[in-house]
Every structure is written in C-alpha cells, then in structure tokens.
C-alpha cells in the first residue's frame, strides 16, 4: 500500500501541475491482493488507512479534489467492501458508493475471478452531488455492463458519471471502449474511467486505457495499457456541452412496464 500511495501521490502532483480541478483514480487503488484471504487481512478503516491519510493529506495541502476507490472493512470481518470515497480540498471524505455488481465471472482460457467471495455487495446507488468540475455520479468497474446505475443517475440530473476500474485484459479488449462510450451516449454525461494497467501479481493483469468520454459518446483523452510511469489524461469538462445535447436531444422514456 505504501508503494501504491507514492504511485498515487505522483498522479496528484501531476494534476496540480497540469491545473486540473480534481483528479479520478482507479477502483482498488489501495491494493490488489493474490487471494480473498489476502484481501481481507490488508483491509483498513479509513481512519487507519496510511494510503487514505496520505491521500487527504495531498488533498488539503493543495486543495486537489480526490476521487479514488479502496477497500473498507465489512461489519462481522469476513468480507470487505469496494467503495469509492470523493476527498474534497479540505481533505475530507464527503461521499462513499459501496459497488452494487461485483465481478462474478470464469473466462475461458483465462482467469476466474469471483469477488463475492471476499467482497460485501453494495446496496445503494447515491444521488450525483455537485463538485468543482461538475455534478458527479459514482459507479465501480463491473457496474459499467448495467445501464440502470447511469440511467438512473442522469435523471438526477448528473453530468459526470465515473467508471473507476481494474478490467481484465480480455474483457477490456473485447467490451471496455464500447461499453463506456455507450454509457455516455446514453446518459448525455462525461464518463470518466480510470483504470488500473498491468500485471499485479502473478494472477492477475489489468487492462488499462484510461478514458474520458464526451456526453456525445466522443474519446476526449486517453491513456495505454502499459504498466510504467504513473500518468494522467486530462480534459476540460464542458458543462454547456452536457447541457446542449440534452436540450437538443430529450431522450425521454416512452415505454411502460
């Protein structure tokens, strides 16, 4: 986890340098552990996390909003959970989402991956809540194959949506571009989808290719699949924008269950 924190805390001093208004982080940057087992021994409160401390102290010191996902102790301790906090410029966590959809799946040839059995699943989807760079909504990883989670935060009037993630690498070739750019055109947000790249451990390998997608369904900024220096894409978040191609194009439902 310390190793992972000074990874992070160079993402932070490059947003500051490149004047961005808060900076998004992938799911399970904290740590990625070789088993379930290993999952739940790492696990720590937020108050006793060094990785989250170190966070909200680069948050205060340059008043950088911190968008990041970890993992939080479960209540009986036999599970966690994979929540995604906002730090805001005062270094406080001011929103958490617990993940609703957790990543259940055996992919032929390749790994099989079964997060209920160390993860508590969320149960909640929370209302998009306004931030420096807009009004955002929180959604993890596997959440991003679920329309309903995106759907239902634009009719709260989102204009951000996050995808936070640790994709496989086949999974990711095959649906990650698609996927977030469908999430977009739908909802009319920005999606923003940073995301783990490389191998983790022996087991396990992430895809990467970090986005940013327009409400248009348009890549804004992306990032490779190549594990190495810690880098950012950046994009300005053009709020008129979300708000034309709502007006221009009302999507309203007109079918009934």
């Not at 989807?125 to 959440?143: E, H, K, N, S």
């Not at 095959?174 to 087991?203: C, D, F, M, T």
Request: proline share 5%.
């Amino acid at each position: 986890m310390a190793h992972n924190l000074k990874q992070c805390q160079v993402l932070v001093h490059k947003a500051i340098a490149a004047g961005a208004k808060a900076l998004f982080l992938p799911e399970a940057s904290d740590y990625i552990a070789h088993s379930s087992a290993e999952t739940i021994s790492l696990v720590r409160s937020v108050h006793e996390s060094e990785f989250v401390r170190g966070l909200q102290d680069e948050a205060r010191k340059s008043q950088m909003h911190i968008n990041v996902g970890i993992h939080e102790p479960a209540e009986g301790g036999e599970k966690v959970k994979n929540t995604l906090i906002w730090i805001d410029g005062n270094g406080d966590i001011i929103q958490r989402y617990q993940k609703i959809h957790l990543f259940d799946v055996e992919i032929k040839g390749g790994p099989v991956l079964k997060e209920s059995r160390s993860v508590e699943k969320g149960m909640n989807i929370i209302p998009p809540f306004q931030t420096p760079v807009g009004r955002v909504g929180l959604a993890i990883c596997f959440d991003l194959r679920f329309p309903e989670i995106s759907l239902a935060l634009k009719r709260q009037h989102s204009q951000i949506i996050t995808y936070p993630s640790a994709f496989t690498v086949p999974t990711g070739k095959a649906h990650w571009e698609p996927l977030l750019r469908a999430r977009a055109i739908e909802s009319q947000n920005y999606v923003v989808a940073a995301a783990q790249a490389g191998a983790h451990n022996e087991k396990r390998v992430s895809y990467g290719h970090s986005m940013i997608v327009s409400p248009w369904g348009e890549i804004v900024a992306h990032l490779g699949g190549e594990a190495g220096e810690p880098e950012i894409a950046t994009a300005d978040i053009d709020l008129g924008l979300v708000e034309k191609i709502k007006t221009e194009m009302p999507l309203l439902r007109r079918t009934t269950q």
